[in-house]
């Protein structure tokens, strides 16, 4: 079945509900109201989308993961991907989390070690939250206030938690220059001054301006408790503390991971989690064909990167009913793209990125990704489940072939008549990205732009595409990559990529280092807005002048063909990770 109802009337239901939070509401978690008791259904196609497939409180059994990208990092201050966010929920906690339920209504913001949502000041600059009674560690320590402030005050320190999200620190500093913890004269390097713990059970946040969006924000890893004692630095993500129902039993990069129960959470305490497999399992592999015959084999459970099956895999599902009906494909949130770099000539002149994006074919483009069953062509940076979002497409992007006229126009408008060389930086184990370079590769070479191919391990991905000085060293005019929103509003999606403010050395996101004073005002206007009707109006502006520079060619509004073992129990999409909701899972043959 398709979802019958629009995206972006999801991102309105969580918008509104944030609006109630910063007006002080005191709405509690979702109690007995668990995935498992929620409205189930039966399997068949796209029956995760807004409903559980196979509700059940089943316990017991090993629910294995498998994945052809490894994590960017355990750690939840370094993280950046979403499959990481989501499998953090098994072994972080937060004061505010994504509820436990499919859809739009896994969007909204629940308390999760706070005991409800925030108190909020009427000037809306302050948040005040009181922590439940008995929170643990795994190791038996409680959890304090200023573990929470800790963990925060960590990503401060660029140097050494670096490749996550930075909104906190944009938010929290306030002219401190607060370099973290580690350098902190503080003695109890506590030294953030916009954050507060009057007592273990209370913490305070002094915004400098109002901000619909920071609850957001605290439901982010980079939100999370660290305990001070047990915190390593840059290698915390070898063994991170945990909070949540379950603990690392064993971490191998390039290979799995092992997580167990943390005999130390209190089931009590959780909003949501259910926590019904003894033990999760995180398999790494280099051979993403295997894992897909072991997919449709029913050997294994799911997809951990939740990225789609691979073409051939897709072929054989889609020809067969009965595969077909353990089968996922809605719109995931994402956007896939082509990052156009100004750092790198030509495309410093913005007829030169005209002239890519009227020769891109983007019915090829899209075939590289599996054709339309992976996404749709799309013609602007704003995905169809964020408010602002519209048809806006000034290139003819959905049109689904090259202007090769246009194209040439604009090579001569920038001084390149006859064509240029350049480079596309690619993630070598992202095949789908692969055959995206490929197929931009070759429609370009019909206009005279020569594109070398410079595959590198999605791994060193903060390092690589993610360090501006590496971009402009190894000439990487065209990055190809993909993002989803950090929280479902205009700025979750965008602000990361666009705004001039975000754009770090190493961890970066803003490949085409984007940095206008009018569309960074923007943003802080939207921010300050109660209203989610006026801030998408500014979202939507943003939108249409990132588009009108050229600096983005939109692959497709991404959807993933994921396969569900029929084993699984508690199977939804969440439209807060665009993806299954890890946590809810259990196995139904107790194995």
């Not at 944030?18 to 007006?23: F, I, K, N, R, S």
């Not at 109890?188 to 609850?215: C, E, H, R």
């Not at 982010?220 to 915190?231: C, E, H, N, T, Y």
């Not at 459970?301 to 072929?315: I, K, P, R």
């Amino acid at each position: 079945m398709k979802r019958n109802r629009t995206l972006a009337a999801a991102a309105l239901v969580a918008a509104l509900a944030l609006t109630t939070a910063a007006c002080g509401g005191s709405k509690g978690g979702s109690g007995g109201d668990k995935a498992g008791a929620t409205k189930g259904g039966a399997a068949g196609f796209n029956a995760a989308a807004e409903k559980v497939v196979n509700p059940s409180d089943k316990k017991g059994g090993t629910l294995n993961l498998w994945s052809s990208t490894d994590v960017d990092s355990l750690d939840p201050g370094r993280a950046y991907y979403a499959s990481v966010w989501n499998y953090e929920r098994f072994y972080t906690r937060t004061l505010l989390a994504y509820d436990g339920k499919p859809g739009k209504e896994g969007l909204e913001l629940v308390p999760d070690l706070a005991t409800a949502k925030p108190e909020v000041s009427a000037d809306g600059k302050t948040y005040t939250f009181k922590l439940k009674p008995g929170l643990k560690f795994e190791d038996g320590s409680v959890i304090t206030s200023k573990d929470i402030k800790y963990g925060i005050e960590r990503i401060f320190a660029q140097d050494v938690v670096s490749g996550g999200p930075t909104y906190l620190i944009n938010e929290l500093d306030q002219g401190q220059d607060y370099k973290g913890p580690y350098t902190d004269s503080d003695p109890n390097k506590l030294g953030l001054k916009s954050v507060q713990t009057p007592d273990d059970t209370t913490i305070v946040f002094t915004l400098a301006k109002p901000n619909s969006t920071f609850p957001y924000l605290l439901a982010m890893g980079s939100a999370a408790p660290v305990p001070q004692k047990l915190d390593t630095g840059a290698t915390y993500g070898s063994k991170p503390v945990s909070s949540g129902p379950y603990k690392f039993k064993s971490v191998e990069p390039g290979k799995g991971y092992e997580l167990v129960r943390n005999e130390n959470w209190d089931p009590a305490s959780d909003p949501f989690r259910k926590a019904l497999p003894d033990v999760v399992k995180l398999t790494i592999t280099t051979n993403a064909d295997d894992m897909d015959s072991r997919l449709l084999a029913n050997t294994i459970d799911l997809d951990w990167a939740q990225t789609g099956l691979s073409q051939a895999a897709q072929v054989k599902v889609l020809q067969d009913q009965a595969l077909k009906a353990n089968t996922d494909d809605p719109y995931n949130g994402f956007i896939r793209y082509v990052s156009i770099a100004p750092s790198v000539a030509p495309f410093d002149n913005v007829h030169c990125r005209n002239a890519v994006l009227y020769a891109a074919d983007t019915t090829a483009l899209q075939t590289s990704r599996g054709g339309s069953v992976s996404g749709s062509v799309y013609g602007s940076m704003l995905p169809p489940n964020i408010l602002g979002s519209d048809d806006y497409d000034p290139f003819g992007l959905t049109k689904g072939k090259p202007n090769v006229a246009k194209a040439k126009e604009e090579l001569a408008a920038c001084g390149k008549p006859d064509g240029f060389s350049t480079t596309i930086a690619v993630r070598g184990n992202k095949a789908k990205e692969v055959n995206s370079a490929v197929a931009l590769q070759n429609a370009l070479k019909a206009v005279g732009i020569t594109v070398t191919v410079d595959q590198y391990d999605g791994k060193l991905i903060s390092s690589v595409i993610g360090s501006p000085d590496v971009v402009k060293t190894k000439g990487y005019g065209l990055i190809v990559m993909g993002w989803g929103a950090d929280y479902p509003t205009g700025s979750g999606f965008l602000q990361p990529l666009v705004d001039g403010r975000f754009i770090t050395q190493n961890g970066n996101n803003n490949y085409s280092e984007i940095n206008d004073p009018e569309i960074n005002g923007w943003f802080d206007q939207a921010a300050q807005e109660a209203d989610p009707a006026k801030a998408a109006d500014l979202y939507k502006k943003i939108n249409h002048k990132v588009v009108d520079g050229a600096y983005y060619l939109p692959i497709v509004a991404d959807k993933a063909l994921n396969w569900r073992n029929p084993r699984l129990t508690n199977v939804y999409i969440t439209d807060a990770f665009g993806e299954v909701d890890f946590q809810a899972l259990g196995v139904s043959d107790g194995k």
